[in-house]
């Protein structure tokens, strides 16, 4: 089996971030396998109430005691949005964008963890403070 970087032109990464998360994958000894955006998970997405999947980024294993259910996020994304101080028009479609995003996550995350409780799995973030 070659390695992730043989084989870097196929693997699709959304962000730089999520690319050291792969290579962090690939280089660890210690995980025995890993996958790319393993599975779908379903959850009610807030905004239309409707059912959708949730694709999360890595399944990492060390030992059958040890798996672990990845987002690999920047860590503000991981965070409630902060109100601007200053009030324009695009700051606060922003902060409002901001929001609506940050809602639709927080519904995948919890999708993911009540996933991850009934099957002995811990779900974690990658975020630039654990890959720097």
Known sequence: ???FNESLNSIMY???LELKAFQFCDYN???KKFSIEPFAIQYVKPTDNKLHRYYPDLF???DE???FLVEVKSFSETQLPIKPKKIT???TKN????LVTYSINQ???SAAKDFCDKKGIRFIFLTEKELH
């Open 14 to 16: 959304k962000s730089s």
């Open 29 to 31: 000894e210690k995980i």
């Open 107 to 109: 519904a995948k995350w």
């Open 89 to 91: 028009t695009k700051s």
């Open 1 to 3: 089996m070659g390695s």
């Open 95 to 98: 902060y409002k964008k901001a």
């Open 60 to 62: 990492i294993e060390f």
């Open 65 to 67: 005691k040890n798996r």
